[in-house]
DNA sequence: CCGCGCCGCTGACAAATGTCACGGTGGGCC
DNA sequence: GGCCCACCGTGACATTTGTCAGCGGCGCGG
């Protein structure tokens, strides 16, 4: 009846320290503990986890990314994403990808606890004021050029960079830039850029 | 003999699973536990810890700054930064705060304990690796001025509003984004905010 | 005292950026 | 088919930004 449990975060401090605050409960036991995305589903498949905790930073695979493999390939193992900040777009497109339960850094260890147990019995849990900021957000209303643009922008690129590695004409690239701009209310690209990302839009 | 511990991190959950991975150790109590650099005298006074892990990312007032006060004014309470990532910059003002040891949260969690048993014996410990880049990057070539444009600069704002803000006119904020520019080797505006934050010359 | 570096400012110029009006395409719908 | 709409793409144009040269002032160390 013990709840196995994966854990996966780049900080190794962070990632033993939950390892420790989880093994306090009777019923939790940590059978794997990864420090990179691409980790994830080799130790889920050799360790059987009921759970996987996955932190949304991660090198060589996001935690977004991991989870869907997850959830394809490993599919008796239900994943919670466990991330620093409660960024509304996150939580979207964490469920998209198949994660069961969406808990943030900030919440007090009881609610990680709790989200895990009924994680486990079925349950999908989310932060009620998570939620509610996510529906009044909305969907992104970028479109896929607007959005590979700003992806680029957000590196440092000048116009005429942006353009070379998407393979438009400079004045195509300032136009999606100007339509993101007035689309975030943005007054620069830099806004732009740093609004969009907030919001979960890249 | 125990060393009396006090912890402050605005994540509460990373902050409570510290506390369970420190208290694993027979040699260590954590007496305090706080959220908000502000509150870290307060509780350092009444609690009277022997080591103070600071985080520096908090709200009301950053690590670097706890530090700075908390060493003045309770300076039986020695300091060891605990931080994400390993920002050059930021060991170089740790120190300069008067913080005794500098751990990144990549390191395992014996390298903590490690630590802060030292710091309790009186020696300063910094992750070798860190204090190399850190001599490697050397200090910060920007001007006090040339910061201020760059903080405002970050928010997204334009020349115009830097100008307003700082009480200066356009041409000199100018004059300072593109030493800025210069001094970073970045092309924009963008990059060489995103260059000078990186390396904690922000 | 003199030189040096930082500060604050100006003005002029070149380059990058933002805005606009416009055309083309393709999908949905009557 | 014809209409509408959203998206992609382009070029022309105004604005913003970045670069450069140079002004005076202040504080500090030789």
Same mark, same amino acid.
Not at 44 to 49: T, V
């Given at each position: 009846?013990?709840?196995?449990?994966?854990?996966?975060?780049?900080?190794?401090?962070?990632?033993?320290?939950?390892?420790?605050?989880?093994?306090?409960?009777?019923?939790?036991?940590?059978? &794997?503990? =990864?420090?990179?995305?691409?980790?994830?589903?080799?130790? @889920?498949? $050799?360790?059987?986890? *009921?759970? #996987? /905790?996955?932190?949304?930073?991660?090198?060589?695979?996001?935690?977004?990314?991991?989870?869907?493999?997850?959830?394809?390939?490993?599919?008796?193992?239900?994943?919670?994403?466990?991330?620093?900040?409660?960024?509304?777009?996150?939580?979207?497109?964490?469920?998209?990808?198949?994660?069961?339960?969406?808990?943030?850094?900030?919440?007090? &260890?009881? =609610?990680?606890?709790?989200?895990?147990?009924?994680?486990? @019995?079925? $349950?999908?849990?989310? *932060?009620? #004021? /998570?939620?509610?900021?996510?529906?009044?957000?909305?969907?992104?209303?970028?479109?896929?050029?607007?959005?590979?643009?700003?992806?680029?922008?957000?590196?440092?690129?000048?116009?005429?960079?942006?353009?070379?590695?998407?393979?438009?004409?400079?004045?195509?690239?300032?136009?999606?830039?100007?339509?993101?701009?007035?689309?975030?209310? &943005?007054?620069?690209?830099?806004?732009?850029?740093?609004?969009?990302?907030?919001?979960?839009?890249?």
């Amino acid at each position: 009846m013990t709840i196995r449990l994966l854990l996966a975060d780049d900080q190794a401090l962070v990632r033993e320290a939950l390892c420790a605050l989880l093994s306090l409960e009777d019923d939790f036991e940590v059978v &794997a503990s =990864v420090g990179r995305g691409d980790e994830v589903v080799a130790a @889920a498949r $050799e360790h059987r986890p *009921d759970v #996987a /905790l996955l932190d949304i930073e991660m090198p060589g695979l996001d935690g977004l990314a991991a989870a869907a493999v997850l959830t394809a390939q490993v599919p008796d193992c239900r994943v919670v994403m466990l991330t620093t900040f409660g960024r509304a777009g996150y939580l979207r497109r964490a469920m998209e990808a198949g994660a069961a339960g969406f808990v943030v850094k900030d919440a007090p &260890a009881d =609610v990680l606890a709790d989200a895990i147990r009924r994680v486990r @019995a079925g $349950e999908r849990v989310v *932060d009620p #004021a /998570l939620a509610v900021a996510t529906l009044a957000a909305g969907g992104s209303p970028l479109t896929a050029r607007e959005r590979d643009v700003l992806i680029t922008a957000r590196t440092g690129a000048t116009i005429a960079e942006i353009a070379g590695r998407l393979y438009l004409t400079e004045g195509t690239v300032r136009n999606y830039v100007s339509a993101a701009i007035t689309k975030t209310g &943005a007054r620069n690209r830099i806004e732009a850029v740093r609004i969009a990302d907030e919001r979960g839009w890249l």
